[in-house]
């Protein structure tokens, strides 16, 4: 009877039968392996260079500059070339001006610098770095300076590398500016191939420097956008119009004072094709100086109705000569309450190559704009 009642050793599970059946060091052995030495354990220097190198493309700038002060291997690896046409020191720290430096290529293109803490003379380029990168980077083209701190006796446009055709300052302090000329005075002679200058939300940033800045040949591209202190210049509007700003494709002054009395000036820059404009928050457009129908109309006035003219590149080039004006291709003019259904009346007929108007925050009704869409298709509106 006692033996009736054992249960075999083949009912249980299969694990706990072979379990029994195996000497305890086999189990650990099987269960648990320990390195030999600590040289089976692959570190981040015993990483191929590929792997490496691949791993550094989404390394910022500034932390790959610090490779350097780890070890030789990865010191040697962050040189490569690859990583170096378009650096972007975005906390950029002039206590490591020297080892960024030796980063940077003969072949670098690009250059931007920035500084994303409260910017200070501690965490902006020097005057000595600048003055380096023209020997250091012969095919510097792109120059981006923002949220930096200058001394403007110091610092210049004579300083500049000479080979740009961007510049962008944006963002910035420049104390101790001679009150003789602009900032910019003999930038045509500094950087005479500049096709692009990017002035954003600078207050140093006076009228005067727009006279600098027009003797540019080589000049298309102009953005002021937020330059708080450029206001009040309807004589420098007229005289770079007559004399300067040859080229000049696309100006924006977004966020900038602008009122009817710059424009009509701006109207006479015959090769302008956009143009740029949206209302500073702190205008009182019943008080300041504003834009009106009266500012943006000579931008698409005509002698006849636009479908009495023959379109084409010979009759456009025929109106810049003629009227000496220039024909619109985009407008932007965002937040302007003067601007009214008579403005799109205007622009329907007389507007021979507009693909873009841009006129949100205005006080043009739903129908004139329904109209204005139903007779000129191809021309996108927005509102």
Request: glycine share 2%.
């Amino acid at each position: 009877m006692e033996n009736s009642n054992k249960r075999p050793l083949n009912d249980g599970c299969q694990y706990s039968h072979t379990e029994t059946k195996k000497p305890k060091a086999a189990q650990v052995t099987t269960t648990i392996s320990h390195p030999k030495s600590s040289k089976e354990i692959v570190g981040f220097q015993d990483l191929s260079d590929d792997v490496l190198l691949y791993l550094f493309k989404y390394l910022s700038h500034d932390n790959l500059a610090k490779m350097a002060l780890i070890c030789p291997n990865l010191l040697r690896v962050s040189h490569d070339w690859t990583l170096w046409k378009k650096p972007r020191f975005e906390k950029f720290e002039r206590s490591m001006e020297d080892v960024y430096m030796s980063y940077l290529k003969e072949d670098t293109t690009e250059l931007f610098i920035s500084c994303n803490d409260v910017p200070s003379y501690d965490y902006s380029v020097s005057y000595n770095f600048l003055i380096r990168l023209v020997t250091k980077c012969p095919e510097l083209l792109h120059l981006t300076l923002t949220n930096q701190v200058f001394d403007g006796s110091e610092i210049s446009e004579k300083i500049l590398h000479r080979k740009l055709k961007t510049l962008t300052i944006d963002n910035t302090t420049i104390e101790n500016i001679p009150d003789s000329s602009s900032y910019f005075c003999g930038i045509h002679n500094s950087c005479p191939d500049l096709e692009r200058i990017i002035m954003t939300n600078n207050d140093w940033f006076l009228p005067n420097c727009l006279i600098a800045l027009s003797k540019l040949e080589c000049l298309n591209y102009l953005s002021l956008a937020g330059c708080k202190q450029f206001k009040n210049y309807a004589l420098y509007a007229c005289v770079t119009a007559l004399s300067g700003f040859q080229y000049l494709q696309t100006l924006d002054l977004r966020f900038t004072p602008v009122s009817d009395g710059e424009l009509i000036f701006f109207q006479r820059l015959i090769s302008l094709k956009n143009i740029l404009l949206e209302s500073p928050e702190y205008t009182k457009h019943e008080t300041d100086a504003t834009i009106t129908n009266f500012g943006l109309s000579g931008f698409f006035e005509l002698q006849r109705p636009l479908h009495e003219l023959p379109i084409d590149d010979r009759f456009i080039a025929k109106i810049r000569r003629i009227y000496d004006r220039c024909c619109i291709e985009t407008l932007y003019a965002r937040n302007y309450p003067k601007i009214t259904d008579a403005l799109l009346k205007t622009a329907v007929t007389r507007s021979p190559i507009l693909k873009l108007l841009d006129i949100t925050g205005s006080c043009c009704t739903s129908a004139e704009i329904e109209n204005f869409r139903a007779k000129r298709p191809s021309i996108k509106v927005i509102c």
